[in-house]
């Protein structure tokens, strides 16, 4: 391809800036890359590589001459101008919850079902950040073994809000500390020095929809229907990387040792495990960090094949920015950037 236009949609939000900075890193082959936010930023600036790029308005004809569109301005945004995009024949790569469970639209995790590209008609999604960092360490387990059911706890950052979460939990702990009242907004009660066991919105099960996403979506990208998942989702005040308690009971057993040896092998992995050094992976150590980082594996000795692990990852990077990014490459890679029926959104 000589020429490859990418479109950065929600470019100056906490994942747009991530964006913008993973394209660089890894010298993503754009020929043109664009940032679009809302009417509200538009003539703003932005940093790519070397460059100040001015943000334009998203609009419905902002796609023309677009190969690829990343979106990270959330479901609304998404849901509105996607199937513009697609229409035009640029292929959306988003991010928000709009797509994920829409049977039109493959949600791929590069390490986990890169071959659910193949499908893909003009909207591909990328999972929830939760979801994304639990199989990129499950995924190798599954196929060797087989996993009949996942029990995952979450200790998410707050990043994972946008700037707003990050603003609310500064603004919170400097207000605290000068012992004056706290405000919020972001969330429903204080969130420094708190756990908020609830993320995204309350469901009629009274489980939330971002434990629900974590059900769902890896049901979808397993292509298990019976894989069982438990998940209950906690808001912790860390700035970035989410952290997960993951229980899993699986087919065969598998020793605590040959998981080590297993996930030190697997793509976009990295053991930490060493109790007796005081090694196991932390949020602050993933900020920044492309791996997602696995330790404190363990057998469950209160069933027959079960194992205990802890997972964290960047929740704005694997969780959002480097999923997308990886999943454009890996579009150019199998040269499927195109959209095969333009009308399929249009209907
Ligand atoms: P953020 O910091 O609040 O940024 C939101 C971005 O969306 C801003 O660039 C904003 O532009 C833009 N935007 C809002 N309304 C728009 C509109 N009508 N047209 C065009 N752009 C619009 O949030 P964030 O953390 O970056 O997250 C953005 C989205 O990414 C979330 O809503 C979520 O859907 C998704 N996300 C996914 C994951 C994941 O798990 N994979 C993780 C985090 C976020 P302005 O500057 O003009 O307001
Ligand atoms: N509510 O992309 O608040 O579905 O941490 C990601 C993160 C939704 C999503 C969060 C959320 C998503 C959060």
Same mark, same amino acid.
């Given at each position: 391809m000589d020429k490859l236009t990418v479109a950065v949609c929600g470019a100056t939000g906490a994942v747009g800036r991530e964006m913008l900075e993973t394209l660089a890193q890894r010298d993503f082959p754009a020929t043109e890359v664009i940032p679009f936010a809302s009417a509200r930023s538009a003539g703003k600036t932005v940093k790519f590589k070397d460059q100040e790029l001015t943000v334009r308005e998203l609009k419905?004809?902002?796609?023309?001459?677009?190969d690829i569109a990343i979106f990270s301005a959330g479901g609304a945004t998404s849901t509105k101008f996607s199937p513009f995009a697609a229409h035009a024949g640029c292929v959306v790569v988003d991010?928000?919850?709009?797509?994920?469970?829409?049977?039109?639209c493959p949600l791929v995790v590069p390490e986990v079902n /890169?071959?659910?590209?193949?499908?893909?008609?003009g909207i591909i999604a990328n999972p929830n950040c939760s979801t994304i960092q639990m199989l990129v360490a499950l995924k190798p387990i599954y196929d060797t073994v087989g996993i009949r059911r996942i029990v995952v706890s979450t200790y998410q950052a707050v990043s994972g809000t946008g700037q707003k979460g990050i603003n609310e939990l500064e603004k919170q702990v400097r207000d605290l500390f000068n012992q004056r009242d706290i405000e919020h907004k972001?969330? /429903?009660?204080?969130i420094a020095f708190n756990c908020l066991p609830h993320i995204d919105i309350f469901l009629d099960n009274d489980y939330t929809k971002e434990e629900m996403k974590m059900v769902n979506e890896t049901r979808k990208m397993f292509h298990d229907d019976k894989i069982g998942v438990s998940a209950t989702c906690v808001r912790v005040p860390v700035f970035f990387g989410h952290g997960e308690s993951v229980n899993i009971e699986t087919e065969k057993k598998m020793t605590a040792k040959e998981c080590r040896v297993l996930l030190s092998q697997a793509p976009g992995v990295r053991v930490i495990d060493n109790p007796r050094e005081l090694l196991y992976p932390m949020p602050i150590m993933c900020a920044g960090q492309d791996d997602t980082m696995v330790g404190?594996?363990?057998?469950?000795?209160?069933?027959e094949n079960g194992l205990n692990m802890w997972i964290c990852a960047d929740n704005i990077r694997k969780g959002a920015a480097l999923n997308a990014v990886q999943i454009a490459e890996e579009l150019l890679r199998r040269d499927l950037v195109r959209v095969p029926d333009r009308n399929v959104f249009m209907k």
């Open positions: 419905e004809d902002s796609f023309e001459g677009v991010n928000s919850a709009a797509w994920r469970m829409d049977d039109r /890169p071959e659910d590209l193949a499908w893909h008609n972001a969330y /429903p009660y204080q404190r594996i363990r057998e469950d000795e209160s069933i």
